[in-house]
């Protein structure tokens, strides 16, 4: 199986990151709060293009954890706006585990619906604009 078999053909991730130590739960696992993190910043990225400018969350629409993530697994966040509205915008997110060097698989971990509002500089919603 080769290194990128499982992850989405055709697209690049916007977010790579290895799962370290530092960010387990008392478990061992990935703390969920920091996957979530990670989720939410690759989210604002399309949504930062889209805008041209300053986005912040609105809400969380969906978040689900399919697999516990590993130590030593490298993740790879996909995001892409599904809708555009006045100055919002929804964005889905999925991520995945590249994990097992000597026999390497990789599996989806996560999946969300996150929805973004573009603000000027007062921190006051605008429109999103023309694509």
């Not at 585990?97 to 929805?115: D, G, M």
Request: with cysteine; net charge positive; glycine share 10%.
């Amino acid at each position: 199986m080769s290194h990128t078999q499982g992850l989405p053909e055709g697209r690049d991730p916007v977010l790579k990151i290895p799962a370290t130590p530092a960010h387990t739960n008392a478990g061992g696992d990935i703390f969920g709060g920091w996957l979530m993190s990670q989720i939410d910043i690759a989210g604002s990225i399309p949504a930062v293009l889209r805008a041209r400018g300053r986005v912040v969350t609105a809400s969380v629409k969906s978040l689900s954890f399919l697999k516990p993530v590993l130590v030593g697994d490298l993740i790879s966040i996909y995001a892409e706006i599904r809708r555009v509205g006045r100055s919002s915008m929804t964005v889905e997110v999925e991520a995945y585990a590249q994990r097992n060097a000597k026999s390497p698989e990789c599996v989806k971990v996560s999946e969300a619906e996150l929805v973004y509002v573009a603000i000027d500089n007062n921190g006051r919603p605008q429109p999103v604009g023309p694509q």
